[in-house]
């Protein structure tokens, strides 16, 4: 007993308390609901322990658990907003985009398209002008040689006539010789006006073209 007790306060009191029975036992009797008292407030003061930190351990719990949800629901929000935000944008770029690039494709073709137009037209407006240069020009030329031919068959004529036939013969046949000059004089005039509205005025076409039938039948008769 003393060696157990020897650490304690309360049991070395007991000891000095113990050459009597009675207050030995009145002593253990004291002592022992000393004792029990003890035990009672020491378990007390450990469950409200116990509670307080389970208390506080599920309330960090789910505030720390509503903390992350609240964390990675506003991340998740921002996460898709910024997606769709650039989603829509890169979408609304890329089709102005294609947009932008159609259109001025369309134009430039277009614009190659007309310029080729206007190229061509031009060729051929040259063509044509060119072709009736060189159709005025031969026929200029065969006009005169014509032209030069008649007048030195008539005037050999003219002076085998003036020679050998009277005056009257001589007549004659000057005046058919300037005859057959304004005949070709004329008709080279007309096929030049008819050419010429051809190239210029493709709508005149046919009228110039029944002007000079017109001319030459008149000039036939």
């Known amino acids: 007993m003393y060696l157990h007790s020897?650490?304690?306060?309360?049991?070395?009191?007991?000891?000095?308390?113990?050459?009597?029975?009675?207050?030995?036992?009145?002593?253990?009797?004291?002592?022992?609901?000393?004792?029990?008292?003890?035990?009672?407030?020491?378990?007390?003061?450990?469950?409200?322990?116990?509670?307080?930190?389970?208390?506080?351990?599920?309330?960090?719990?789910?505030?720390?658990?509503?903390?992350?949800?609240?964390?990675?629901?506003?991340?998740?929000?921002?996460?898709?907003?910024?997606?769709?935000?650039?989603?829509?944008?890169?979408?609304?770029?890329?089709?102005?985009?294609?947009?932008?690039?159609?259109?001025y494709y369309y134009y430039y073709y277009y614009y190659y398209y007309y310029y080729y137009y206007y190229y061509f037209y031009y060729y051929y407006y040259y063509y044509y002008y060119y072709y009736c240069y060189y159709y005025y020009y031969y026929y200029y030329y065969y006009y005169y040689y014509y032209y030069y031919y008649y007048y030195y068959y008539y005037y050999y004529y003219y002076y085998y006539y003036y020679y050998y036939y009277n005056n009257y013969y001589y007549y004659y046949y000057y005046y058919y010789y300037y005859y057959y000059y304004y005949y070709y004089y004329y008709y080279y005039y007309y096929h030049y006006y008819y050419c010429y509205y051809y190239y210029y005025y493709y709508n005149y076409y046919y009228y110039c073209y029944y002007y000079h039938y017109y001319n030459n039948n008149n000039n036939k008769k």
């Open 6 to 103: 020897h650490n304690f306060e309360p049991s070395s009191s007991s000891s000095s308390s113990s050459s009597s029975s009675s207050s030995s036992s009145s002593s253990s009797s004291s002592s022992s609901s000393s004792s029990s008292s003890s035990s009672s407030s020491s378990l007390s003061s450990s469950s409200y322990y116990y509670y307080y930190y389970y208390y506080y351990y599920y309330y960090y719990y789910y505030y720390y658990y509503y903390y992350y949800y609240y964390y990675y629901y506003y991340y998740y929000y921002y996460y898709y907003y910024y997606y769709y935000y650039y989603y829509y944008f890169f979408y609304y770029y890329y089709y102005y985009y294609y947009y932008y690039y159609y259109y």
